[in-house]
């Protein structure tokens, strides 16, 4: 009895971290943990946003000096495409891998013509996930209420082997019932000290 009261909390432990793992495995592609290693990254080499904002037709730009919760609140979009890697989706998606003929890089497209509010996800890299240039999906959301298309695009330079995004844009088309037609793009460059 005693042996049994000694490795049952043990044995909780273990399982608890079993299934831990599985939750942190991503099917396609982990959006998550690329926010977060880049905003990591951001912490350490502190860039200056350059922010254009085009809403309708009138145009709004400034600069900003690195702010830890603003650059955050500003990629959180960027986590949204990791609904692909939910369980309900596993299969749903066709990878495939391309030369782009416009450059000198790699594609990875994970594309489905099923039921999901991404459409597609198009990675640019030169030969591995370590040398990703470039990131282009669109995520969608339609209901009684809404009807919302957002084109997200994320460019990377290299930094020590690893990306580190200097570009990204947001072009988004969004009704609601009753309203106009609201288009909005955002299009960010971060400028890195050297």
Same mark, same amino acid.
């Given at each position: 009895? /005693?042996?049994?009261l000694l490795f049952s909390p043990i044995l909780l432990f273990l399982s608890s971290c079993i299934s831990e793992e599985k939750e942190h495995f991503k099917?396609? %592609?982990d959006f998550d943990s690329l926010v977060s290693s880049q905003l990591d990254l951001m912490r350490q080499s502190r860039p200056v946003l350059i922010k254009k904002t085009i809403l309708n037709s009138k145009v709004d730009s400034l600069q900003l000096n690195f702010d830890t919760t603003r650059l955050k609140n500003e990629l959180e979009i960027f986590r949204l495409?990791?609904?692909?890697n939910k369980p309900m989706y596993k299969g749903l998606y066709t990878i495939e891998t391309n030369e782009d003929f416009n450059s000198n890089l790699m594609t990875k497209i994970f594309s489905t013509t099923g039921k999901s509010p991404v459409p %597609?996800?198009?990675l640019f890299l030169k030969e591995n996930i370590n040398e990703? /240039?470039?990131i282009e999906t669109q995520v969608n959301?339609?209901?009684i209420m809404i009807d919302s298309h957002r084109a997200l695009t994320i460019e990377f330079d290299d930094c020590r082997g690893k990306p580190r995004?200097?570009?990204y844009r947001i072009t988004s088309r969004q009704k609601m019932i009753f309203s106009h037609a609201v288009n909005l793009s955002i299009e960010g460059w971060l400028k890195y000290p050297v």
């Open positions: 009895m /005693k042996l049994v099917t396609y %592609f495409p990791d609904v692909i %597609f996800v198009k990703l /240039k470039r959301e339609t209901n995004l200097v570009h």
